[in-house]
């Protein structure tokens, strides 16, 4: 009972604070307005202990509140902006009511600082470390209490829905709807991958909240007088000193409760900062303070991040004590190579390891089959042996630690560099049967050359009366004229002129020529027809009948259907179904269009099942040699069809001769192709990967409007992306991402668009990788290290 009204206590002080602070602080009027380069740099509070306004950050300035005075002021509450400002930027509370930030050199507002539900009429520093903006009848609409960032004061709550992140972004703690509250790396927002919970299920999960109330008590409850569980309890009294607290998610991800002790009648600064509670003592208790391929041992009382052996810190990772990404010293081989147990093997143990991530095989075994059993293993990284039990783990290793309470020992694959193969024996020669010997050899290599001369002799034989029979069936079949068994219609010139008011309304400008809009009179089909380029085909008329007839029998729910063809003089014009959504090109770059996760991932499956028909499921295998999202089109089901599939065959000549001049400028284009016009359906598979990879990322796979260097070629940013554990980066916040999907999906466009196409999977094992039914092991660099 005495901790329900306690907090009814709180709950009408925290109410009524921001209204009687208002009488005491400084009015900021409308027109007001702060610049780093002016003396005018901050808005102070009245007991100027807080301040808002410009403060440094990095290279540049960041705008903010903060708790002035020594040591140098401790930043509570950032404007939410990604890119620091510079000494040109200004912040005012303009004359028609809204807080921006404005650029002078463009002399424009380029941010808003504060969505008010109103026009303000002026703004204040509260003493609180609130900053708010009032209306004109004086009421709050607007205040920073609302919009935590990593911290909350005296008297501030953090409602469900809300969240602390910390300042270098690595970790939150949500206190999600259902009224309960974690803290997670962000990287890995589920609740298995929580550190820290404070066991909030006997609260009332329809209101609670998180609040520090201005005496000290960091409480969980509920605003309607529910049970309150209290996280910490200052002993500090202010007495003759003033005192601030503040609830923090440092960068080290652990949250902590700070005293702030002010002497009274000194604005010079405060006297002490202390932290009188936290969540957790020990920094490796928390997922995430160290990165891939790391783990954290606890050093006089302080975390610190260690390689795994048979690894090192990546370029830019070096000598860091927290957050270390690690790759492997010598890459993994093993799916290229027969008998991978001769390749590996298991030394330097760590005792005392444990990992925050599961195992995908658990079997009772003895700690050295162990060991062996992980180097036969290709997916195998590393192994955890544990009371007679061997957990098996595969790379990348996350939230590894050393805890001295368990008795575990981890065994790692690591490349046996003194295994070398054995040299093979000499043959002996019995000297004293010499003659013997030679005539031996002389009889067997004669009996084997009639052999050989024999069969070649038949093989002649067979071909040239295969020839002939060939020769006979084309003159008997000339006359036939072309076969309709493919359903095929014939249109005249006219009639396609008709059908599309004369090549009017063009609805996209594919690979081989352009493609307008048309409807069949008489039965209203809308239709699409293809104009080939002048310089495309130069068959004659039977040859390319009869490469439209090959096209024709191709029948897929994953390909754009053909309907007919038209032949008039030098113009040839192809008929295929109408795609009303258009191309997949249109939906991925533009930023007006766009495509759901779901969506996306259906059309990553519907390209491959097309692919795949093409390559073993038709007649005869067509490597289609132009995959890219501008010729994947989509019905108005959303599903996604391949066009101009075979019309390679008819360019041939023309391909080979404008090769360098446009494959090699194409960057869906295998390296082989580019190299040597080698065609096989490792280009088509190479090409897949980059499409896989634009709709992943919905970007195109080379773009030199990006925020860094890194990010320009697609295949390259997102494999530093995966190595590093930040997937996060690839997709849009607002997304309802599948991260297990996105991982396979990363990782099968990577094998995909390897520069050695002897690693490139087939289209079969790409579905099966994309499905699930097939596990997929850690892929290389798509571009192979010099």
Aim: aromatic share 8%; net charge neutral; glycine share 6%.
């Amino acid at each position: 009972m005495a901790l329900i009204t306690l907090f009814l206590l709180f709950a009408v002080l925290s109410v009524n604070e921001v209204r009687a602070q208002k009488n005491d602080s400084n009015i900021i009027t409308l027109g007001s307005s702060l610049s780093p380069k002016t003396n005018s740099s901050s808005w102070v509070s009245p007991s100027r202990r807080f301040s808002f306004g410009f403060y440094p950050r990095d290279n540049g300035f960041a705008i903010g509140i903060w708790l002035m005075g020594e040591p140098e002021g401790t930043t509570v509450w950032t404007a939410n902006f990604t890119n620091l400002s510079t000494s040109s930027d200004s912040v005012e509370l303009t004359k028609d009511g809204k807080l921006v930030l404005r650029n002078e050199k463009q002399m424009e507002a380029v941010a808003v600082i504060a969505n008010a539900s109103e026009p303000a009429h002026s703004a204040s520093m509260l003493d609180s470390g609130n900053f708010v903006l009032y209306s004109k009848n004086h009421s709050v609409i607007w205040q920073s209490f609302d919009y935590p960032t990593d911290t909350i004061l005296g008297g501030q709550n953090l409602s469900q829905g809300q969240h602390l992140i910390s300042a270098n972004g690595h970790f939150i703690l949500n206190m999600q709807t259902d009224g309960n509250l974690f803290a997670y790396p962000v990287s890995h927002e589920r609740e298995i991958d929580a550190y820290w919970d404070p066991n909030t299920s006997q609260l009332d999960d329809a209101d609670s909240q998180l609040t520090l109330h201005r005496t000290g008590f960091l409480c969980l409850g509920s605003y309607r007088g529910n049970p309150i569980k209290v996280l910490a309890k200052s002993s500090n009294h202010l007495g003759r000193n003033t005192i601030i607290y503040r609830a923090t998610l440092d960068l080290d991800g652990i949250f902590r409760l700070y005293v702030h002790t002010f002497e009274k009648n000194n604005n010079t600064g405060f006297t002490s900062q202390i932290i009188v509670w936290q969540a957790i003592s020990d920094q490796c208790q928390v997922n995430g303070f160290c990165g891939m391929n790391s783990y954290c041992s606890n050093v006089s009382g302080k975390g610190e991040c260690k390689c795994y052996p048979g690894f090192r810190p990546i370029k830019g990772n070096k000598n860091k004590k927290i957050f270390l990404v690690c790759e492997q010293i010598i890459k993994n081989d093993c799916m290229i190579t027969s008998g991978p147990g001769m390749l590996y093997n298991a030394s330097n143990p760590l005792q005392h390891m444990q990992w925050g991530l599961h195992p995908y095989l658990i079997i009772p075994m003895e700690m050295e089959a162990c060991g062996k059993s992980c180097m036969e293993d290709c997916d195998c990284g590393a192994v955890l042996h544990e009371d007679g039990s061997c957990k098996k783990y595969r790379l990348p290793l996350m939230f590894g630690r050393i805890n001295q309470s368990i008795s575990t020992t981890a065994l790692f694959k690591l490349p046996s560099e003194n295994i070398s193969p054995p040299k093979p024996k000499k043959p002996e020669v019995l000297v004293d049967d010499k003659k013997n010997l030679i005539l031996t050899l002389v009889i067997t290599l004669g009996s084997i050359l009639f052999v050989c001369l024999g069969f070649l002799v038949s093989i002649f034989i067979i071909y040239m009366r295969k020839v002939y029979s060939y020769k006979k069936l084309s003159a008997d079949s000339e006359n036939l004229g072309f076969a309709e068994d493919c359903s095929l219609r014939t249109f005249t010139f006219n009639e396609l002129v008709n059908a599309t008011g004369n090549f009017t309304e063009e609805i996209g400008r594919r690979s081989f020529g352009v493609v307008y809009k048309g409807t069949i009179r008489g039965s209203n089909k809308r239709i699409g027809v293809k104009k080939l380029n002048d310089d495309v085909v130069d068959e004659g008329e039977k040859e390319f009948q009869a490469e439209i007839t090959a096209i024709a029998r191709t029948h897929h729910r994953n390909l754009v259907q053909l309907i007919g063809y038209c032949i008039d003089g030098s113009r040839k014009l192809l008929v295929y179904e109408y795609m009303s959504n258009g191309s997949l090109a249109d939906f991925l770059f533009k930023p007006e269009m766009h495509l759901s996760w779901k969506q996306r991932v259906k059309i990553a499956l519907d390209v491959a099942r097309g692919v795949l028909y093409l390559h073993e499921e038709c007649e005869v295998c067509i490597v289609h040699c132009n995959i890219k999202s501008r010729d994947i089109l989509l019905d108005e089901m959303w599903t996604a069809k391949i066009s101009d599939f075979g019309l390679a065959r008819l360019s041939i000549r023309e391909l080979s001769k404008t090769k360098s001049n446009n494959e090699s400028s194409s960057s869906y284009v295998a390296p082989e192709r580019q190299k040597d016009a080698s065609t096989s359906v490792k280009v088509d598979i190479f090409s897949y990967g980059v499409v896989l990879l634009e709709i992943i990322c919905c970007r195109r796979n080379i773009d030199v409007k990006v925020a860094s260097e890194e990010e320009i070629m697609l295949s390259s940013w997102v494999y530093n992306c995966f190595v590093r554990g930040e997937l996060n980066k690839l997709v849009e916040l607002d997304e309802d991402v599948e991260w297990r999907t996105l991982e396979r999906m990363v990782k099968v466009a990577l094998w995909c668009v390897q520069e050695d196409l002897s690693l490139r999977p087939s289209m079969k094992n790409v579905i099966l990788m994309l499905e699930g039914l097939k596990d997929i092991p850690i892929p290389p660099s798509p571009i192979p290290l010099a």
